[in-house]
């Protein structure tokens, strides 16, 4: 079954990947030209023009698919967790989602449908954003704030994150968003259909929301 909200934020990057990425895209202006992953989100995210920067973006992409298992590994103080254990970042996504692992893929781009640097936006009001981010119920939505994110700027949840870490949603999940902003997020849409007898989730989600209403 999918998780709660708290439960799903995980994942780890290098602090010097999260740098060089806020570093380049802080000042970044909106992107006026709309896109495929600005559609839905334009709501609560302002997407930022990333064209001079695709390949510091692409390099953060690569390691954030690649990197999680021999991380966790070192960062896991007390935990028992054996290497072996611990799920990659695709892997726990689509856990936390309960979502299907992908299987038979020759690299992850394939998983990889859009992606892009956003800024929560600053709102007069708690948003509800109806049938979810992306509006596709095989696709999961994962935001990787590249600084710390609270209810203070933009998170939709109680809990924090910090810069390297990530939340996830599916694609059609119902969220709230609480109408504070200017958190710097890399947003990642990825292909994860739905294990075959699960009803549509949400529900969880927009009564977990409720204390920003």
Request: aromatic share 4%; charged share 25%.
């Amino acid at each position: 079954m999918p998780t709660l909200l708290e439960e799903r934020i995980g994942g780890h990057l290098q602090p010097e990947i999260v740098r060089q990425v806020y570093a380049e895209m802080r000042d970044a202006p909106v992107k006026a030209a709309s896109q495929m992953i600005a559609h839905r989100m334009k709501l609560v995210l302002d997407v930022l023009d990333d064209d001079r920067k695709r390949s510091v973006i692409w390099n953060c992409l690569k390691t954030w698919f690649e990197v999680y298992r021999g991380l966790c590994s070192r960062d896991r103080n007390s935990s028992k967790l054996t290497l072996e254990q611990v799920p990659d970042n695709v892997t726990r996504i689509a856990q936390n989602l309960g979502r299907s692992t992908p299987e038979h893929i020759k690299s992850w781009e394939e998983l990889l449908i859009g992606f892009a640097v956003c800024r929560t936006r600053h709102l007069e009001r708690p948003t509800l954003v109806l049938e979810g981010l992306r509006g596709a119920d095989d696709t999961a939505v994962v935001l990787l704030p590249l600084q710390e994110w609270n209810a203070s700027n933009g998170l939709f949840c109680t809990s924090s994150i910090k810069p390297g870490q990530d939340i996830c949603l599916g694609g059609a999940e119902e969220v709230v968003f609480p109408g504070t902003g200017g958190c710097l997020i890399l947003s990642l849409i990825l292909k994860l259909p739905r294990k075959q007898g699960l009803d549509k989730q949400g529900a969880s989600v927009v009564e977990s929301c409720q204390g920003h209403s």
